[in-house]
């Protein structure tokens, strides 16, 4: 039996074997983990996009009759911006800062969606006063990796959700 015992010890094959599964445990998986979050991440940045775009491709189709009139109402916007992206209910629109409740004013467009103005022609900043349409989507991304330890940066593996917004503005009249 201690021959036997003895021979087993001293027998390296399947060495390299065993190196690997070490390595790929503590290098590989950890590699796996994050390029899956960074790519969800992504695919997810970029649907939160396209459904701001949804939304006011939406409101640029179905236009403004007149500087008061529109043929949109909140419920058509918010039907385009949750159908166009596989988030699907959890991304929320709202009309962006500077139209009050609507989405939809007469001013000057800015970087925060639209500066009202009482100006009939020309916006300080070069832009065409009118009418425009103006949204914000709202959408929470939680990880998919919520406790990852100290393999991956806090910014890829938190356990908070981060809130993505992004506003859109476009003249429709």
Known sequence: MRKLLVQFCRDDAGVSAVEFALIATFILVPLMMGASELGYRTWA???????????????IVKQCATGTTCGFDAAGIQNAVQTATKLGANVTVAPAAGCGANYFCYGCPSGSGVDLSSTSTNCANGGASGTYAALTATYSYTPLFKACGDFLPSGLCSNTPTTWTVTAVARVF
């Open 45 to 59: 940045k970029q649907q939160v996009d396209d459904a701001a775009q949804a939304g006011m491709d939406y409101a």
